[in-house]
Each structure stands twice: as C-alpha cells, then as structure tokens.
C-alpha cells in the first residue's frame, strides 16, 4: 500500500501563520529610553516656560480644529523647539504664532462613561467630551497617575487602542510620543482623545490575524518593497494626483494587492528591521525630491515623524506591541506611498555634509521655517535617528542638512487639501 500523500502547502501556510502572527506578539525591540524631560516638576525658567505654553494650549484650543479637519500641532512644536534648545522667548513666539491658526474648544453634543466610551470611538465632535472623559479619570480613578490613564485605555481589551495609532495620518502616534518625552499629563491626555476621534477601520488589520498572511514574495528590506512597489504596474492610473484622502477608496478597492506588499516584510531581526525602517523614513523624505525642485512631500514628512514617535514610544509600551506598533507604521508607509504617487526614490546623492548639528539646530529654531511644525519635527527626528543607532557614515546629518537648507515648503496637496493647507 502507497503512503499517504501529505498536504504540504496547507501545512506551510499554518507554520507561516504562527511564524508571522504568534511570533510576532512575543518579539520585542530592545533599545534604551530617550532622555525625558520632565517639564512637570522642572524648576527652572525653561522648562516651566514650556509646562505653562502646554497648558495654556491645553485649556484654549481643541485638538482637532478648521470644520474637524486639522490637528493641533502645538505642542509638537513646541516640544520638538525645546528639545533643540529653544530659549524662553522663541518658546513664547512659536506659541502666538502657532496660536493664531487654531480654535477654541466646542461643547460636545453629549459627556462619555466608563460604560459607553467605545461608542463614540471616530466621532470628531466628541473631541471635547473624550478629553474630558480621561481627565475625569486621570483625576478620580488613577491618582493623578497619567501612565495608568494611557495603560488602562491603550494597552488593554480585545481591541487596544494602540492598534489605531496610525488613524488621523499617525497623529495620535506623534502626540503621544511628546506626552512620554515630555512627561506632560495635559498631552497625554490629548493624544489619548486624539486617538479615540481619529479611530477608524485600520486598526483591524493589527486586530485581527487574518490580515498577517503569506505574501507573493518576501523580505527584510523596507526600502526593497518600496521600490517593488514603484514598478507594480497594478497601482498605475489609480490616482489623478497625490491624495491621502483616498486611503479609504485605496483598502475598499485594492485591499489584496496592499496587503500583498504589507505582508512581504518580514521580520525575523526586529532591531535591526526597525533600524532600517527609520533610515527609510528619512530616505523617503529627503531621496525622492529631485535636487533644485524644493518639492518636499508634506505627506511624506509624517512618514518620518511618525516613525520617530514610534522610536521614543518603544521602550515605555509592553514589549507584545514592539513589532506591531512597527508594522503599523509599515502599512501607513504604504498607504502614503501610493496614495502620494509612489515618488522615485533617487540613488544616494548626499555628499560628505560640511556643517554639523549645530547648524541643524540652530536652522531649526532661528531659520525663516523654524514656526513650521513639520519642519522643525523632522529636523528633530533627525537627529534622534542618528543619536540611536549612531550615524559613522553621516548619513542622517547629510540628510538633515540638505532638508534643513533646501526646504522652501510643502508640497504634495491635492486639488482640495492644497487649497486648504495654502
């Protein structure tokens, strides 16, 4: 009697499963904290300047303003100035620039409970009442304890929060990566609102492990699948012009073919992957504009703030979220990409950088950009990059230096978003 024939290919597709799925939750990064600065306890001039900009932002403006479309970058910015070196009175200045743009708060149509929170998760207009909510908790249930707060409402249940870090183009990700670095429970409450009316449907592809499946092809290189993905002819003609408001449209109708490149990355070195993923974020900003045009991607640019937020947030949050907070960022990536077009990412241009840090910084905080959040936040994250993983061959400040002297705006708005953002 012949032997049984085993059904080998169903068989690789369970071990594929639990290699990418279980495995995955039980990875961890090991990388040390940033420094904090603790501006809530800090004495001096400075740092109390900056406790009391965050909190005059805090009490004043909404966090999402201009008909529930734009996010309060306040205190990015200003954060990311401080971290520079930003004296008192560029602080102070940054602040009334800044201020000019946003909103006051607005009553929400009704409060939120312990009971029904997860009701309102993506309704803009209960930006108000979810502050208020986790504040209401942070006050009577925690001690005044923020890191419960952001423990109990993030990490837990069969859906955390964290799994939707990437919603509202990554801006609860960023909030909360300056409520660590600053240790400033006014913004951890806000990136903890943030996240809760930016919710939407990413999330379920963290949630759910039926989304982590076995790709056409595979391998450890982000920038590799980023390139894989400028030659696929199947994203040509889906888009007339960049739009990431059409992320959506992007999931509804070509939800395979992203998940194809989303699932090529696989991660069998998590330190080392992360490590590149960051040099790709920066690569992303800095190699896909071709020299003389200025044409820097305001889109683009959220890719590396992002990924900065997820460096600062990794050795604070339990190690089973390591490796999915990075495949979060990854599928962001993605949707920006071809939604942005999937711009040419140019060969290594960079000469040998004749300016140091300093210059950086000082660009930063003194240069005509230095009230652009978004500029001054990838200068910073920049640097960050450089100071974890070390930078012999100067290639974050070679980058930094040619965006810090190059940029003369954004670009990347659609037809709608340009007229909004100009």
Known sequence: MSAPMIAWRPMVHRVYKYLT????????IDIPPVEVHDVETAAEKRPRTLKHLLRANHVNHSIIYHNLQFHN?????????????ASTDQLQKIYDEEAKSLEPWHESPAEITDSD??????EKKY?????????????????YDWNKVVEEYLFSGNQPLINGLIAGLGHPLIHLGYAYELQSKEVAMEALGTASVCYNDLHKYLDESSYTRESTYSTTSPLE???KIKED????GLFEGPDVGKISWLLENHENLVLEHWNAWTIVDPLKQFRDSQEAAATLLVRTVEPGTHAYDFFICHLLTTSHAVRILIP???KRFHVSLVRQWWLLTILVYVTQMRPKINEDIETPPTKQWNYVEDRAINGPWATDAHYVKALRAMKEAALTWGDVHEQYLGAAVRFADDFHGWTGFSHVTGKIHH
């Open 233 to 236: 002819r199947r994203f040509d």
């Open 117 to 122: 929170w997860r009701d309102y998760l993506g």
């Open 127 to 143: 930006q108000r009442a979810f502050v208020d909510f986790f504040e209401d908790e942070l006050a009577l249930k925690f001690g």
């Open 316 to 318: 604070f949050i339990p």
């Open 225 to 227: 699948i980023l390139h």
């Open 21 to 28: 799925s279980t495995n995955y939750a039980s990875q961890s």
């Open 73 to 85: 970058h306040m205190p990015h910015l200003l954060g990311s100035a401080y971290l520079l070196g």
